[in-house]
């Protein structure tokens, strides 16, 4: 099948080929240590690759804007009941096309231009849909925003609760991009409750935890929960939003007409398969790995001298502050690159350096579990980590630890009937 799909496009547009050869290559011989990064299934990949890519569903199920939507809505409605297996939300829209359109759409929902949100900050783990002055949501809305404390790293849900009397926001978001510690949703959920505020959780990292309980779920206390579908879920690159009953109009005209046009039905077949796969008993297994390889690395790090934020991690990824050991994170980042290792710079909370400078590296596991790679190459790994990072300018010592990294990715093999299709 695959040799099949190959073949017309090296015939056709053999530049293109060529750069998807390159990256399944680097895909396979490197080590992906991007938090917010995956590996999908072929199944998933398929179902993207799909014919559903011609066509225009405007609309729900059973309520389109165009004909010939009738295997349109098969996908749609297993995606949406599927979601809700796992989720066990009120209301599911499978339509966002990604977690920015996810939360652009809940806010569409209740809020109106000018009305005060409280989010937690981009530079304390935030995300930039929460509130960041450059984004949609801090230029139209007037936003507030919580953090972490100065001595524990983890969020301080105290001056959150005093935020939130004392500004009254329409709307709490929580969830984030790179915290590692557990998030206490329901306390959240009380304190918009006093407040009287909405109160949206943004899963879009912690989502394949949740879905198998290894994180408490956001759902019962939350008016909004948003994910994306690509990073610990597996799936495409993609969103969704949830919400209870009573918001479920909103939400679905929110999405559309309000922030869309026509579906992505391909992507939301993939999602469909992404979450028949999260049903499996299996991904609780995967999950469970993911945690644990995040906790073996941060140990293996800490170990090795390294100051990690808030001393450590309860998910699938840790935030390393390199620049107590004398390096800043953009450096990092580049060295580890040329070891064969990607991650990428992330400021820390209260963080001296600019964020294209930044003083830490985020790091994460959810990729290489994927590979089927445990503990003990989360101590390799570690060590060579701490190599690149004691001495990142040092190239014979980063290519020798490429060759070995090279070494190991032979053992866990990845898209190699893809790459032997295109050779
Ligand atoms: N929300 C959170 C917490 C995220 O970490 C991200 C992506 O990194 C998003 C939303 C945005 O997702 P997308 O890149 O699909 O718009």
Redesign the pocket.
């Known amino acids: 099948m695959t040799e099949h799909l190959a073949r017309p496009l090296i015939q056709a547009d053999p530049e293109i080929a060529k750069a998807i050869y390159n990256e399944t290559a680097r895909l396979d011989n490197g080590l992906e240590m991007i938090a917010?990064e995956n590996y999908v299934s072929e199944a998933v990949l398929e179902a993207l690759g799909s014919v559903f890519t011609n066509k225009y569903a405007e609309g729900y199920p059973g309520r389109r804007y165009y004909g010939g939507c009738e295997y349109t809505d098969v996908v749609e409605r297993l995606a949406q009941s599927r979601a809700k297996e796992i989720f066990a939300a009120d209301h599911i829209n499978v339509q966002p096309?990604?977690?920015?359109?996810?939360?652009m759409s809940v806010y569409m929902a209740v809020l109106k231009p000018g009305d005060t949100i409280l989010g937690m900050n981009l530079s304390h783990g935030?995300?930039?849909?929460?509130g960041h002055q450059l984004n949609f949501s801090g230029k139209y809305f007037n936003v507030v925003a919580y953090g972490v404390s100065q001595e524990t790293e983890q969020i301080d849900y105290d001056a959150l609760s005093q935020l939130a009397h004392e500004h009254k926001p329409k709307m709490i978001i929580c969830?984030?991009?790179?915290y590692s510690r557990i998030i206490d949703f329901e306390r959240i959920g009380a304190i918009a409750r006093q407040t009287e505020a909405y109160v949206l959780a943004?899963?879009?990292?912690i989502a394949g935890l949740v879905a198998v309980g290894l994180h408490p779920s956001p759902v019962p206390h939350m008016d909004f929960v948003?994910?994306?579908t690509?990073?610990t879920l597996r799936g495409p690159?993609?969103?969704m939003a949830m919400c209870k009953e009573e918001f479920a109009k909103k939400l679905d005209s929110a999405v559309f007409p309000g922030v869309q046009g026509g579906p992505l039905v391909h992507v939301i077949a993939a999602k469909a398969v992404c979450f028949l796969e999260a049903l499996h008993p299996s991904f609780k297994d995967y999950q469970t790995q993911v945690v644990k390889n995040a906790a073996v690395l941060a140990n293996s790090l800490k170990d090795l001298g390294f100051r990690l934020v808030s001393g450590g991690t309860d998910n699938h990824l840790i935030l390393v502050d390199v620049f107590a050991k004398g390096i800043t994170g953009k450096a990092a980042e580049k060295a580890l690159e040329l070891s064969g290792i990607t991650a990428n710079k992330n400021t820390i909370p209260f963080d001296k350096n600019p964020p294209l400078v930044a003083s830490g590296i985020r790091i994460g596991t959810p990729a290489l579990t994927t590979r089927g790679m445990g503990e003990k190459e989360m101590q390799t790994i570690a060590t060579w980590i701490a190599e690149v990072l004691t001495d990142p300018e040092n190239s014979m010592r980063l290519q020798n630890i490429k060759t070995e990294v090279q070494k190991l990715c032979k053992n866990f093999p990845l898209y190699t009937k893809r790459l032997l299709a295109y050779e």
Not at 97 to 103: E, I, L, P, R, V
Not at 202 to 205: K, V
């Open positions: 917010s096309h990604s977690g920015a359109q996810a939360n935030g995300h930039l849909t929460h969830g984030a991009s790179a943004d899963i879009a990292h948003t994910t994306t690509h990073k690159r993609a969103g």
